[in-house]
Antibody, heavy 121, light 111 residues
Framework: QITLKESGPTLVKPTQTLTLTCTFS??????????VGWIRQPPGKALEWLALIFWNDDEHYNPSLRNRLTITKDTSKNQVLLTLADVDPVDTATYYC?????????????WGQGTLVTVSS | QSALTQPPSASGSPGQSVTITCTGSSSDVGDYDHVSWYQQHPGKAPKLMIS???KRRSGVPDRFSGSKFGNTASLTVSGLQAEDEAAYYC???????????FGGGTKLTVL
C-alpha cells in the first residue's frame, strides 16, 4: 500500500522560510523512474505545481518560483523536503506531495492528504 | 494564469456525456503524449484518472476517456453519474525547461 503524508508548520510569518516534509511508504525513491513532487492549492483556487525530484537526483522547479524553492530527498528515511523562502500571504495554500513517474511525463499517481499552511503575521 | 487552458465549468444531466478540453501549445500538449487528467472532490486530494493522453488508471470506470488532437487534449465522461461532480485538472509534460504545466481546472456539475 502506497501512502504519502505531508507535515510541517500550519502558520508561518511573512518573510520566513517554510519547510515541509513528505514522508512516504510503499515505494522507494531509489527505483528507476520514481519521483516525488510538491503541488499546492490556495483556498478556492487551482492546483499549482511547485517542484519534483527523481530517483536519479534530477530536480525540476516551477520557473515562476524557482528562485525561492529547494527540493531535497533522503532516500534512507523515505522523505522529501521542500523549502519555500521569503513567504508571503499569497503562499497560503494546501500543500500536497505526490508520487511521480518520470517515464510517463511525471504523472502523479498517488497523493498525500495535504497540509494547510497559512502565512500571516 | 495557467499554462494550459480549461473551461472554468461544464455540466450535464445524469446519463449524458460531457467533454472537457485542455488547450496548450506546440511546446507541451502538442509535442508530447504525456497528458494526465485528475479528479478532485471538494476537500479531497486530487486523484489520477488518466495518463499518457488516454490510459485509464486501474479502477477508473471506462466511462472516462481521454484523447488529443493537435494542441488540445480532451476528457470525456460518458453516462454521467452524480459522483462525477468534481473539479478536473489536466497536466502535460513540457520539456526539460518547464517540465510540467497544469490547467486551471474545470468544475463539472451534474444537473
Amino acid at each position: 500500500q502506497i501512502t504519502l503524508k505531508e507535515s510541517g508548520p500550519t502558520l508561518v510569518k511573512p518573510t520566513q522560510t517554510l519547510t515541509l516534509t513528505c514522508t512516504f511508504s510503499g515505494f522507494s525513491l531509489s527505483t528507476s523512474g520514481v519521483g516525488v513532487g510538491w503541488i499546492r492549492q490556495p483556498p478556492g483556487k487551482a492546483l499549482e505545481w511547485l517542484a519534483l525530484i527523481f530517483w536519479n537526483d534530477d530536480e525540476h522547479y516551477n520557473p515562476s518560483l524557482r528562485n525561492r524553492l529547494t527540493i531535497t530527498k533522503d532516500t534512507s528515511k523515505n522523505q522529501v523536503l521542500l523549502t519555500l523562502a521569503d513567504v508571503d500571504p499569497v503562499d497560503t495554500a494546501t500543500y500536497y506531495c505526490a508520487r511521480a513517474f518520470y517515464y510517463i511525463g511525471a504523472a502523479l499517481s498517488d497523493w498525500g492528504q495535504g497540509t494547510l499552511v497559512t502565512v500571516s503575521s | 494564469q495557467s499554462a494550459l487552458t480549461q473551461p472554468p465549468s461544464a455540466s450535464g444531466s445524469p446519463g449524458q456525456s460531457v467533454t472537457i478540453t485542455c488547450t496548450g501549445s506546440s511546446s507541451d500538449v502538442g509535442d508530447y503524449d504525456h497528458v494526465s487528467w485528475y479528479q478532485q472532490h471538494p476537500g479531497k486530494a486530487p486523484k489520477l484518472m488518466i495518463s499518457e493522453v488516454s490510459k485509464r488508471r486501474s479502477g477508473v470506470p471506462d466511462r472516462f476517456s481521454g484523447s488529443k488532437f493537435g494542441n488540445t487534449a480532451s476528457l470525456t465522461v460518458s453516462g454521467l453519474q452524480a459522483e462525477d461532480e468534481a473539479a478536473y485538472y489536466c497536466t502535460s509534460y513540457a520539456g526539460s525547461n518547464n517540465f510540467v504545466v497544469f490547467g486551471g481546472g474545470t468544475k463539472l456539475t451534474v444537473l
